[in-house]
């Protein structure tokens, strides 16, 4: 199981306890009106499997109702850094994670902050559409009976047509998932994430293994959930990114003097525009211009 540095409990935690994560916490506004409220604060978080880094000292903030994307080569951390925000990475043998990551304030690997709550809380859709080999009505309803939740039916269509899939289902809500297009059942597994009432949804290249045409239908559906939801998506697409996202941050693989080990590094994080049109750092140029990949 994944590991947190100790840390004396702070007198937030205590008086928050376990149930503070279990409940949708309230959005507070800034000491700033004109402010953007931060979802997550990530401050030197370095992850390890078994003793060996995969990103190291990674410091950002992650914005309300704003999609935030994570590019870089593969095996920089991307995958690894989206997986800490859910605490996906606890359900990895040997998997260490330190420094400090705070959600709206609270410490997300606090000893009383409950993970399972945490991953209701923060839902996460992957690479490949994983629906279950169920009808398309038990999907969407999959989390909130598991949650013991009410008004299974409302949460469904709400789900559904929050994913802009219901005109397209509900006639066949009883059909098995599996003989959905790619498209229909990624936009289904984000459906079933939103089933739940997330605070956040995680994105995993949640495109990779579709067409052009599912492609555009899963970034229009970004733009527009982040209207209710704040995201978090991984991806290679340069153009994707561009498209889709207000902030953008890019990691590097770094290497060792002997170049036998290696990690990911937060090169560059700023406004979308700005990376991709005047970004600060050379490396971070080369890369959306395509000169290094």
Known sequence: MARHENRPETAREAAAGRASI???PEFRQGANAGAKEKMF???NVTVSYDGQPAVKDISLDIFKNEVTALIGPSGCGKSTLIRCLNRMNDLILGAEVSGRLLYHGQDLYGPKVDPVQVRKMIGMVFQKPNPFPKSIFDNAAFGP???RMKDIEERVEKALRCAVLWDEVKDRLDQNAYEMSGGQQQRLCIARALAVDPDV???????SALDPIATGKIED???TLKEE???VIVTHNMQQAARVSDRTAFLMVELDATERSRWGRLVE???TEKIFTNPADSRTEDYVSGKVG
């Open 22 to 24: 279990a409940v949708r």
């Open 41 to 43: 604060e990530i401050e």
């Open 145 to 147: 009976r598991v949650l």
């Open 201 to 207: 949804i995680l994105m995993d290249e949640p495109c």
């Open 221 to 223: 559906l970004m733009v």
């Open 229 to 231: 939801f704040s995201i």
């Open 269 to 271: 994080y700023d406004e």
